[in-house]
């Protein structure tokens, strides 16, 4: 072992007896002074010119007494040639005695060239430093890639340089430096890259000389060299930095630079993602923000607005300009509790709030909730009228049969059947309501059914029409159809229904009389009919509202005609389920329109004429 341990040593080492002759000449010192060991070994080596004699005796002397010395000087070569060396001097002890010297040479130039390569190294190092701070300024994933793969070039002296990613079993060529752009996204296996060759040492850098041509990227004349560094985003490996060399040769510090600068990556990497994340995330919550169709505000812990979205400002009527810096324009309630609050502009708006505790401000959430205020107080109205509409007609009919009940033989024929005729209207009455609540129950379960077949619209219109004009003297019936018009497509006891419907609120909204005309014309794959009155007309405001569920405008004086606002949302219903549809217009002149749409099927020759 200790043979093989001065065979292998690269320093000169000479051991000499306290006489100065020569115990150990190592292979080294052969190579150095010229002299083999069998020309030396026990005598005195001539290797110390005469004028440094007395240096040597006297290094030697404070050897013995237990110094070891370290001194630069001057040795002979066997050819006569002076070699500046340093030599250290220590003492060969056997026991508690002094048996002679070792000496070990090496050259004054390496301690050259060792400064010289620390000063390099900690001008590199401060470079490093540098293009870290570089890097780390760089918060877009791509650039701070791309600087990496520059940097390391720079830092190592290599020729090119490319920063892989690793992808599951993939590895991806993001960036390069001194590389085509063409090889820039090329993928390969990571099974047999040096990557997973790297990754099994469990090293986090490898020099690499052989099998280099196999690499998809490595696409530099005369390279003979790849470097490489494992760079780790939160412990895990993320990629690798590759630096490759054509021309000189990487040594120990260039590993080392590519080392520090691959950890640096990953915390450069890391970060960037990290931001890029962040990024990410707060353009979903602007995304969130902005197209929330509630309104969103978010107060300061003093209670001023400092956010203000969208639809805040469209409930409201409050533009961001107008509120941020200032109180929100309603009342606040309390975490975790609601307040309902009508603005001045009429819509009701209900208002929760939250506190973030982490910077004490506060989120404020509202919505729009004027339509279910409305429906509330709609169904309100709707069973305020529907218990008067009942009550009137039951009323009406328990009187008539208790009188005929208790007055049957005083009453006179004309007058029992006068009464009879008085409780068969009101049940038909009754019977209408009825009708009109199980419609509308179903229609707004989505259960109303009708089917689909053809059949004749205006043979519809015709029945639904006569004998209209002897209900009232005070109104005049005109219909008037086409001669060939078109069957439609829908059904036709639904169809009864919409006309008789819209014919009587023809006839209920225009008391003082007047026109009530009828009219059926083909347009565009469809048949229209058109119901006109003179009546009382509807607010242009309404004209859409009356089709709702237990709506009763207020518009004209049309509440005073009484009902439970269920016949046009019926109406509407039962049209659309035909594949029609049912609106309300302004008539020329004054009064209503309501125009009924169906489609009709196109017969062959309709379609030729066409």
Known sequence: MARAVLAGSPNAVVVLDRDQSVLVWNEAAERLFG????????RRAPIVPGELTAELNAVLERVRTGESVSLRTKRLRKDGVLLDLRVDISALRLGNAVAGYICVHHPARADELARHRMARRERLVRRLTDVVGDINSELELSAVLD?????????????????????????RLVSTYQLPEAIRGTTTDL??????????????????????DELVWARLDGLHTITLGLAAVGGRPYGALYALFAGRVPGHLE??????????????????????????QRAHERAVFDASADGIAVLDGAGRVV??????????AFSADDVIGGPPPFPLPEPGEKVTFQMETGRWLDVVSARIEETGEVVIDFRDVTAAKELEEAKDLFLATTSHELRTPIT???????????????????????????????????????????????AGADELKVSIEEFDLAE?????TLGLPVLSDRHRVEVRIPGKLPNV????????????????????????????????????????????????????????????????????????FGGVGLGLYIVRSLARAQGGDVSAHPRPGGGTRMRLVLPYRIRHTDAVTR
């Open 35 to 42: 002299w083999t060991a069998e020309d030396l070994l026990g």
């Open 147 to 171: 600087r990496i793969s520059a940097s390391l070039t720079e830092l190592t002296g290599a020729d090119a340089g490319g920063f892989v990613l690793i992808e599951a079993d993939r590895l």
């Open 191 to 212: 099974r047999t890259s040096l990557v997973d060759k790297l990754l099994r040492t469990g090293k986090t850098v490898m020099l690499e000389t052989n099998g280099l």
């Open 255 to 280: 590993l080392e630079l590519l080392e520090l600068l691959a950890g640096h990556a990953g915390i450069a990497v890391g970060n960037a993602v990290a931001y890029q994340e962040a990024v990410r």
């Open 307 to 316: 956010r203000w979205n969208p639809a805040a400002a469209a409930l409201t």
């Open 396 to 442: 009406i009919v328990r009187g008539f049969a208790s009188t005929l009940d208790s007055r049957w033989d005083k009453l006179s024929d004309p007058e029992r059947r006068a009464a009879v005729h008085t409780i068969a209207e009101r049940s038909r009455s009754l019977g209408q309501l009825m009708d009109h609540l199980l419609l509308g129950s179903r």
């Open 460 to 464: 519809r219109i015709e029945a639904a």
């Open 489 to 560: 497509l829908g059904d036709a006891l639904a169809t009864d229904i919409v006309l008789g419907q819209l014919l009587e609120n023809a006839f209920k909204y225009s008391p003082k009389g007047g026109l009530i005309a009828v009219e059926a014309w083909p347009e565009s794959g469809n048949v229209v009919v058109v119901v006109d009155d003179e009546g009382v007309g509807i607010a242009p405001t309404d004209r859409e509202r009356i089709f709702e569920r237990f709506v009763q405008v207020d518009s004209g004086d049309r509440r005073r």
